[in-house]
């Protein structure tokens, strides 16, 4: 972590839903830091987080959050998690949401980078250091080169590279972090779903008999967006990731590496090599 300064204990982890904000409070933990969880209703799961200190937060409930942020004395924090984007109507807005508002609207006004480049800003204003999962929890990141027996064979190499260029150009339009290559046709691109609605898809394709190439061919290829604030939302693998690519029947997934959260790695991997799957991180 050269270059960032100390992280502050206790550390406020705002966990949305999925294993991550666990992996990372178990990271912060073994390194001496409190991890304390706010965890989001509707997202993070409830079992899980009764084992570690946290609140419970609705969305919309800034207020609140800042008001236990400095009761529990946490002047750095995160945001890690699944978490489906709620209209403003659904929010639950208390008086501390409601008196930044329009700081709140103005970052609607656009997809979940910017939504959530905005709602950073917010606590920055109020003296909250917002840290990134390089920062907080490195040893989650996906390092460069092949994780698993099966390598990605010439053919999936320009996959790949096509792959990449499409979330490229993709990127201003700040949609989705990746997309389906096989045999070098853009077969499908994430979207609001995110990944496993994506996979759901080419599996879909494959089922309908719309999808007439190979099992085990093409690659689902994830990158974050150009310009992207690399302290929310970073693409993320895990074993859900590699049921999906089963399920679509492709050949393996590329990622770029230190740009990318690793979920239970020794699951994923050992999945991906019962399936002859390959799993590898690309130089950014």
């Known amino acids: 972590m050269t270059g960032v300064p100390q992280i502050r204990s206790p550390l406020g982890v705002i966990a949305g839903g999925g294993v991550l904000p666990f992996a990372v409070a178990d990271s912060l933990s073994a390194r001496g830091i409190i991890p304390i969880l706010f965890a989001l209703q509707g997202s993070c799961d409830p079992a899980r987080v009764a084992g570690y200190r946290h609140h419970w937060l609705a969305m919309g409930a800034f207020g609140k959050l800042l ?123 994430e979207d609001t779903g995110g990944t496993d609605s994506l996979l759901r898809r080419v599996a879909q394709l494959r089922e309908e008999r719309r999808l007439r190439t190979k099992t085990g061919r093409g690659v689902l290829v994830k990158a974050p967006k150009a310009g992207q604030d690399l302290r929310f939302d970073l693409p993320a693998l895990g074993p859900t990731t590699i049921e999906g690519l089963i399920a679509a029947q492709l050949g393996g997934v590329a990622v770029v590496a230190g740009h990318t959260v690793v979920a239970e790695p020794q699951t994923m991997v050992a999945s991906a090599d019962r399936a002859a799957l390959f799993i590898t991180g690309l130089a950014p």
Request: hydrophobic share 50%; with cysteine; glycine share 12%.
């Open 67 to 189: 008001r236990l942020l400095r009761a529990e004395g946490c002047q750095d924090l995160m945001f890690i998690g699944n978490l489906v984007r709620p209209s403003i109507a659904e929010m639950r807005l208390d008086w501390g949401a409601l008196k930044v508002l329009p700081a709140v609207l103005a970052a609607y006004r656009g997809g979940d980078d910017h939504l959530l480049t905005g709602v950073g800003r917010l606590f920055e204003r109020y003296g909250f250091r917002l840290l990134g999962l390089k920062q907080v929890a490195p040893d989650l990141l996906m390092p460069e080169g092949a994780l698993t027996r099966a390598r990605p064979d010439d053919r999936a190499q320009a996959d790949i590279a096509k792959g990449r260029a499409v979330l490229a150009a993709l990127s201003p339009f700040d949609i989705g972090q990746g997309c389906v290559v096989i045999d070098g046709h853009v077969v499908a691109v």
